[in-house]
């Protein structure tokens, strides 16, 4: 059993970070590339030695789990490369203008600063993605933040080696000491998070704990951001032209999507829309019954799934389709409008709901019902282009990714990518926390204003000496500055 970190354990964490901030701020962007994919090397070098101990304290195959090891890796190298290009910096440069109209423009020279140590809570359902060397701490790391995890309990003895590799390999290429550090305890992880040395925190988990975090995080003297991912339903609806086009598609995709690990992704779709009379019900039940029982993650999130399905099953109108591996429900939209809070409450795990709609207004109320979420997924055909002109931007007000004839379960680590959304799906729906711009979450602007060439920050200076993207009187270059 991994012990709880002490109080004296936790106070040196903390004055590490606090340490090992000025210096990481100060880093070249090149540099500080180096350091992350020195992290990337060490955790593909270890797979060996990981993947067996994330295996047996998750119950999660090998394949998945090298396939984490393998995204992790990805995206520090992703962020590496992005911030020696510079782009991560988001250097803007516009040089003075005596003739600008309606007043004289200073010389102005913007770039985007690290916060500071931050905190991330780690995530059980992706040991290695969403946890200690997940993008959470990927893109703190490259905003140029010390980094602390407070490691899920759910994987204890792989937090302690991961966090054990990475900071062997950041000391080994000169990364600070103090620039990555790893805490254990639900009471630590609080204690942590109300310490003034700490400018910003991430977390993935239940919606409970992220609002009781959230609440303490601003709540502090010195309130600071708190990024929570905590609960998300992730509807898909469906249109009669895309049932009559691939039909048989739907229900496998549907149900292959909904007991992907287990039912443990927080992309899962809960929710399948389906208009009266759509003749799937043979073919879902039949994909459902070949789903082979599995372990969930741990026992707590077994218990609260066991409890979350009763629940389910126990409410008026909604009856049971198919019970095996996983589980299929069944409902209706004017059930679901009736009983609108009961049945829009997540279950963590392998189940979701079939909800039948009458009418294209009924889809549209059904949309209307939702709060915010992840993603909400569209089924349609080109002939349903009025209803989805309809749709879309009911979507489009209610989640961060829209999905068009796909399944939301899988994120691509990208440029483009937005895993966010408006609340209860997180608390901050103006950020990403995958993709290069997870990193702006800890990141803040300052504009220096006709300062001396020679005390700029390097990336700012007339030569471009770090030869960095910017963009310098409106237009992206890499060249120098004329002022």
């Not at 970190?5 to 936790?10: G, K, R």
């Not at 600008?100 to 500071?116: E, M, N, Q, S, Y």
């Not at 933040?145 to 899920?152: E, F, L, N, S, T």
């Not at 309130?223 to 229900?251: C, H, K, M, W």
């Amino acid at each position: 059993m991994i012990p709880d970190t002490t109080p004296a354990e936790l106070e040196q964490a903390l004055s590490d970070a606090a340490a090992a901030a000025k210096p990481l701020a100060a880093s070249a962007p090149a540099v500080r590339a180096d350091w992350i994919r020195a992290v990337a090397d060490a955790l593909d070098e270890t797979a060996d030695e990981l993947v067996p101990i994330a295996m047996r304290e998750s119950s999660l195959p090998e394949a998945r789990l090298r396939g984490e090891v393998a995204r992790s890796s990805g995206q520090l190298r992703m962020f590496a490369d992005v911030l020696a290009e510079g782009s991560l910096l988001e250097v803007v440069i516009d040089t003075a203008d005596p003739d600008a109209k309606p007043v004289p423009r200073p010389d102005l020279r913007r770039v985007l600063v690290p916060l500071g140590p931050v905190l991330v809570f780690a995530a059980s359902n992706f040991p290695f993605a969403f946890s200690v060397c997940g993008g959470d701490t990927a893109s703190a790391l490259a905003a140029g933040c010390p980094v602390i995890v407070k490691a899920h309990p759910g994987h204890p003895e792989l937090s302690v080696k991961t966090a054990e590799v990475m900071i062997d390999a950041l000391r080994e290429a000169g990364a600070p000491d103090g620039t990555f550090g790893l805490i254990q305890g639900y009471d630590v992880g609080v204690t942590a998070l109300k310490d003034p040395r700490i400018t910003a925190a991430g977390f993935t988990g239940s919606v409970p704990a992220g609002k009781a975090l959230h609440e303490i995080a601003v709540t502090r003297p010195e309130p600071i951001p708190f990024y929570g991912e905590l609960g998300s339903l992730n509807p898909v609806f469906v249109t009669q032209a895309a049932i009559d086009a691939r039909g048989s598609d739907i229900a496998t995709g549907y149900v292959g999507s909904y007991t992907l690990g287990v039912g443990q992704f927080c992309t899962k779709p809960g929710l399948l829309f389906l208009p009266a009379g759509h003749g799937l019900q043979d073919q879902l039940v039949a994909a459902v019954d070949g789903i082979a029982p599995a372990p969930m993650l741990n026992e707590r999130i077994a218990s609260g799934f066991s409890s979350g399905l009763d629940r389910l099953r126990k409410i008026d109108g909604v009856r049971v389709l198919s019970e095996s591996g996983a589980t299929l429900l069944q409902t209706t939209v004017a059930e679901l409008l009736e009983r609108r809070d009961e049945i829009l409450e997540e279950c963590f795990g392998p189940v979701s709901i079939v909800v039948e709609y009458s009418s294209p207004e009924e889809l549209t109320a059904a949309v209307e019902a939702f709060e915010g979420n992840l993603t909400a997924t569209l089924h349609a055909e080109a002939g349903d282009t009025e209803l989805a002109r309809e749709l879309l931007p009911l979507l489009t007000e209610r989640a961060g990714r829209v999905l068009w004839n796909g399944w939301p379960t899988g994120v691509a680590v990208s440029w483009a990518q937005h895993h966010g959304g408006p609340f209860p799906s997180t608390v901050g729906s103006i950020h990403t926390s995958v993709g290069v711009t997870a990193a702006r979450r800890f990141q803040r602007p300052v504009a220096y204003q006709d300062t001396p060439d020679a005390v700029l920050p390097a990336v700012l200076q007339d030569a471009n000496p770090a030869g960095i993207s910017r963009r310098v009187n409106g237009s992206i270059t890499n060249a120098e500055v004329s002022r």
